[in-house]
């Protein structure tokens, strides 16, 4: 059973107490980890105790100090110190001490917070015995992406999700990471959305990024054959990371061994922020086009009051069943097109139409857009020597006579992948796709800025609870930048402070 939950705003009293009294010992203690208190005293725990409350039983030996252990975590995480020497630092450091939130005499030992991730996180990841996997000897092409295991998966899941949404997903209710992902909606983006960093109306930006696992791809050797003179056996090996997988990396054009892990973020145009909404971890051999399906699904899910007005996404995505099925929700789809998935398409009748769905004018111009007619579902297009984007042409004397120039009409219906709701190649298209970087640069904040990828983190459960330990440092940076801007946080102010900037 939880034992008593010390409340956000005793946290913040406790600190401001305790660091002056340290302040008077310590002088420059405060300003070493300004940044660090800052970021704590904004960052409030109180949600947190209603999301694991149905993870505790409701008798037995209460579990102490849950907030102060996440806060700590949290801590720990943005001071880039793993979690073996992170219990070290504590107890010779009063400020760190004071700012997880703990006393001198009484702290949770390592095993507490290793109980507080499984609890959270419950998936078994033991380390179990099993056949070598091989690492895989072919080698893609410079940008090419693994082809799904099975070809025509994604028209087959959204078959099944346009004829029964509701009891298709019913299992992924039951999935072993809703409760980190909740308390990533909760702690980080709930509050983000509160200080209108989120809006409710998004464009969302879809991409998948890999994730080695600081486990050995060769295992460790259980059976006797070495020492019987035999050393290339087929015997079974121990993993500690059993479900890692190998996976082909397009970026850097090798095989890793480890996971992908499939982000949605968004980007804050006014603030120039890039903020992580939703992640999930998968087998590092799948596909983008089958995870952005599911992650898009738990993601509305996940957010309903978030209403996704845009998914941006790079060619991973481009497929015939994606497009039908952000038509079926009414999302707009602005995603890069795969040139090694261009297919045939029949247009009406003298409809000379590029790649991008733009159509051609008689002399091989390309028609400028002017608007989407709702009312019969078809884009227009008209002139471009009327809209003053080319010179005339011999083909005009052909053309239409009229001073408003040719006209001509496109339907999405057509082709979806093509004529999307956002015309390709317009200036809305192309400054939505701008937008899609916003997951590269999240990836790299959460693997590299906060240090995911280099802490040798072995197994799914914990790589993905720190790395919604990460988002969180990067929603806890963006709302602090915020409050300081809009001077709703003065560090300086709350601990008596000259600001010397």
Known sequence: MLGYWRTNSEYQ?????????????????????????????????????????????PIGRPAEHQPEIFRSLVLMNDLQIDLNNWIDRLENNPVLRVIAGFTENDMPKLSSYYDFINRIYDMDDRPVEKDVEAKPREKLKKGEKLKPKHPGITNTIVDKIIKDEESFFNPLNRRKERFLQKIFAE????????????????????DGTCVET????????????KEEGIFKCTCKR?????????????????????????????????????????????????????????????????????????FISDSASDNNATYRLLDYWDINAVIALNRRNEGNFTYPPALHIDDHG???????????????????????????????????CDACSKCSP????????????????????????????????????????????????????????????????????????????????????????????????????
Not at 214 to 225: P, T, V
Not at 441 to 458: A, C, M
């Open 13 to 57: 009293s406790f600190v401001f107490s305790s660091l002056r009294e340290l302040a008077l010992i310590y002088p420059k203690a405060l300003m070493e980890y300004k940044d660090a208190i800052s970021k704590m005293l904004i960052f409030n725990t109180d949600p947190l105790e209603e999301i694991i409350t149905p993870l505790y039983s």
């Open 238 to 310: 121990r993993f500690s990371d059993p479900n890692a997988t190998w996976g082909w990396d397009s970026h850097n054009e090798h095989w890793f061994y480890g996971y992908n892990c499939y982000f949605i973020s968004t980007y804050n145009k006014s603030e120039k922020i890039d903020l992580p909404l939703y992640f999930k971890f998968v087998e590092a051999r799948r596909h983008d086009s089958v995870t952005a399906i599911f992650a898009l699904r738990e993601f509305k899910e996940l957010y309903p009051s978030l209403n996704i007005e845009t």
């Open 214 to 225: 600081g486990a050995s791809h060769f295992g460790i050797k259980i059976c006797k054959c």
């Open 187 to 206: 702690l980080a983006v709930a509050p983000s959305v509160e200080l209108g960093l989120v809006s409710d109306n998004i464009s969302v930006s879809g």
């Open 358 to 392: 733009v159509p051609i004018c008689p002399g091989e111009n390309k028609m400028v857009y002017y608007g989407f007619d709702k009312g019969r579902s078809r884009f227009k297009w008209r002139c471009p020597r009327v809209m003053g984007k080319s010179k005339p």
């Open 402 to 501: 009229s001073d408003y120039g040719r006209v001509i009409y496109t339907k999405p219906s057509w082709d979806l992948r093509l004529f999307t709701k956002i015309p390709r190649g317009s200036a809305a298209w192309k400054d939505q796709m701008k937008q899609r970087t916003a997951a590269e640069r999240v990836n790299n904040r959460i693997l590299n800025h906060y240090g995911i990828e280099n802490s040798k983190t072995r197994g799914k459960k914990r790589i993905s609870f720190f790395v919604a330990i990460a988002g969180i440092n990067v929603h806890l940076d963006a709302q602090l930048k915020f409050q300081i801007a809009n001077k709703s946080f003065d560090f300086y102010k709350l601990f008596d402070i000259p600001n010397v900037a």
